[in-house]
């Protein structure tokens, strides 16, 4: 892949696995130095993950271990980046769980988690980092929403407000910073095989006894006309074009 961002630095909440991880090795593949970030057994783990990356790609790559539903994590994770790597002129904003239940059984601790690790995550984020961005007169900030941002399903209550919450706040933000040479867009993805979407698959054929990728086949046939599932390395690309100078305007 060309280094075409090389000397750039990019943030990706929530990249120890699935989408987030595959971004943040197709922005590394591009040439940017990376702050992975996420949940793992002990932050051992997360060093080990950067490390590899590090060694795979020839960038510089660390991990930071913020809680995303932690607004002073948050700020840290963008301090560390600025003061290990120099500034931030990238941020993906990824991190993301998901609980289904109908809207009356729903867990109220589910619904303020998912309110604030896929949604007020991205705002407490984009206030830290916008400032560091405007200092260097560069910033690309991606929001990872989703299908469930622009449409709806049964039983996600508080992932689809969430979602539809990203999309708004990315239009905000763009209007907020249109004149100068920072973008802000979402991404909304469909199915994507990650550990997240495994647990849907897997409750759906406990429901109703059926295989795994039969399982698969009925989740694609509700929302996903070329049956098929997204890739990561897709979503991988998409970022680094969002973060291309073709995408500048
Ligand atoms: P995943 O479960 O593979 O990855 C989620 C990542 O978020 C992990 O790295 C995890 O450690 C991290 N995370 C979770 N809670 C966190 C917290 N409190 N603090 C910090 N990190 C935390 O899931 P995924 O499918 O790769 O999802 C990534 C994003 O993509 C999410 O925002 C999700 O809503 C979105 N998305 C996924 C799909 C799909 O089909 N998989 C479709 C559309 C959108």
């Not at 560091?132 to 900030?141: A, H, L, S, T, Y």
């Not at 698969?216 to 890739?231: C, D, G, M, N």
Request: with cysteine; hydrophobic share 45%; net charge negative.
């Amino acid at each position: 892949m060309s280094k075409t961002l090389k000397g750039k630095v990019a943030v990706v909440t929530g990249s120890t696995s699935g989408i987030g991880f595959g971004i943040a090795k197709m922005l590394a593949g591009a040439g940017c130095d990376i702050v992975l970030n996420g949940l793992t057994k002990d932050p051992e783990e997360g060093r080990q993950i950067a490390s590899s990356l590090e060694k795979e790609l020839q960038t510089r790559a660390r991990f930071h271990a913020a809680n995303m539903l932690d607004p002073d994590q948050i700020g840290e994770l963008i301090r560390f980046t600025t003061e290990e790597l120099g500034g931030v002129d990238i941020l993906v904003n990824n991190a993301g769980i998901q609980h289904t239940a109908p809207v009356e059984s729903f867990p109220k601790e589910k619904w303020d988690a998912i309110i604030g690790i896929n949604l007020s995550s991205c705002f407490h984020a984009i206030q830290a980092a916008l400032p560091v961005m405007r200092k260097r007169g560069w910033g690309r900030i991606i929001n990872i929403a989703s299908t469930h941002g622009l449409v709806a399903s049964k039983n996600k209550a508080a992932y689809v407000a969430a979602k539809h919450g990203v999309i708004g706040l990315t239009k905000v933000v763009a209007l907020e910073t249109a004149e100068e040479d920072i973008t802000v867009n979402a991404i909304c993805p469909g199915w994507v095989r990650t550990p997240l979407v495994e647990a849907q698959i897997s409750d759906l054929a406990t429901r109703e006894s059926i295989s795994q990728e039969d399982a698969a086949r009925k989740l694609l046939a509700e929302k996903q006309p070329s049956l098929r599932f997204t890739e990561v390395d897709d979503l991988g690309a998409m970022a680094v074009f969002l973060a291309s100078d073709a995408a500048a305007n």
